[in-house]
Structures are given as structure tokens and as C-alpha cells.
Nanobody, 117 residues
Framework: QVQLVESGGGLVQAGGSLRLSCAASGSIFRFSVMGWYRQAPGKQRELVARISIGGNTNYADSVKGRFTISRDSAKNTVYLQMNSLKPEDTDVYYC???????????WGQGTQVTVSS
């Protein structure tokens, strides 16, 4: 069974930094576009950042210049480095894997990020 295991969320003051990690199982990681999404209560889940199998990245406008997504093939892990955090970044963050060969999407369980003002 595919698992995406997230870690790194928590409470931080505005202006601070956090790094989220998402470890994927098996060969899913190698052949998946990996991404981070976030969702506030009562709102739609929105894309934060994605990274292709080849390392191309794209970001939501609201996080450009502050967040960096990266992937480590040796560890089957995708990271989201979040700097200059703002209270409006407070959300549950979800790891996502779009497995290209099977057109299957997988989600992690979510990790809470809270930014205090």
C-alpha cells in the first residue's frame, strides 16, 4: 500500500521558518510528480508547490520567493522549505503524489502548520 508520511509541521512565529518532509513508499516516488497542497477549514484544498520527476517546479503566487520545494531521490522524500512565514500560511498541509504511469493520485494524512502573529 502506498504511503505518504509527512512530518515537520508545528507552531512558529511570523517571519519564522519550517521545513516539511514527505517520505513516499516504493517506486511511487520515482515516477510521481510530487506536490504540497494546503487547506483551511471550510475552504478548498489549494496547490502550494509541485515538482516534476525531472525537478521542474511551480509555485502558488502567494508563496513565490518564500517557499522552496525539492526532492531527494535517494531518500524518496519531498521537502517544502517555508521561510518568512505569515499568519495566512496557517493551514493543514498535504503531501501529494501524482503517479504518472498509472494516473493515480495519492495523499498524505496532513500536517498542521500554525503561524502566530
Amino acid at each position: 500500500q502506498v504511503q505518504l508520511v509527512e512530518s515537520g509541521g508545528g507552531l512558529v512565529q511570523a517571519g519564522g521558518s519550517l521545513r516539511l518532509s514527505c517520505a513516499a513508499s516504493g517506486s511511487i516516488f520515482r515516477f510521481s510528480v510530487m506536490g504540497w497542497y494546503r487547506q483551511a477549514p471550510g475552504k478548498q484544498r489549494e496547490l502550494v508547490a509541485r515538482i516534476s520527476i525531472g525537478g521542474n517546479t511551480n509555485y502558488a503566487d502567494s508563496v513565490k520567493g518564500r517557499f522552496t520545494i525539492s526532492r531527494d531521490s535517494a531518500k524518496n522524500t519531498v521537502y517544502l522549505q517555508m521561510n518568512s512565514l505569515k499568519p495566512e500560511d496557517t493551514d493543514v498541509y498535504y503531501c501529494n503524489a501524482d503517479h504518472v504511469p498509472t494516473h493515480t493520485t495519492y495523499w498524505g494524512q496532513g500536517t498542521q502548520v500554525t503561524v502566530s502573529s
